[in-house]
């Protein structure tokens, strides 16, 4: 597999099969639960699948519980203002879980101290 750094994937494919394995999954089941047939998975993982439509990405990233926009930047695709901070730091930073729940920690402490009153989203609406 060609991987980046720290083991980052390098394709959507690779990405994919990444996210599908973590997810416990094969080929099949990720096909059967996405609602689409398993060549297009398989051909995804392999790379034959050279422009994936926008529903079969959708479709995907909802049972694997991943962002579209993740999945729409490595064909080059940027949406802006997508994605979570949580989705942010996994992608980017390569944090696990218990990573992710300490740097959320970390931000509402700092939204304490700058702006006594708010402790997180939900008293910023």
């Known amino acids: 597999m060609n991987t980046r ?27 059967q639960e996405a609602g689409v047939s398993f060549s297009n998975i398989s051909r995804l993982e392999s790379g034959f699948h050279a422009s994936p439509s926008p529903g079969l990405l959708k479709n995907i990233a909802d049972v694997l519980d991943i962002d579209l926009a993740a999945l729409l930047a490595f064909l080059g695709i940027e949406v802006a203002g997508s994605g979570s901070l949580n989705d942010y730091l996994r992608r980017d930073y390569d944090l696990p879980d218990e990573g992710v729940a300490e740097a959320k920690q970390a931000i509402e402490r700092i939204v304490r101290k700058y ?9 910023q609406r």
């Open 5 to 31: 750094r720290n083991d980052r994937p390098e394709t959507l494919g690779e990405y994919v099969r990444q996210k599908r394995e973590e997810a416990g999954l094969s080929q099949r089941q990720l096909a």
């Open 115 to 123: 702006q006594p009153g708010k402790h997180g989203p939900e008293d």
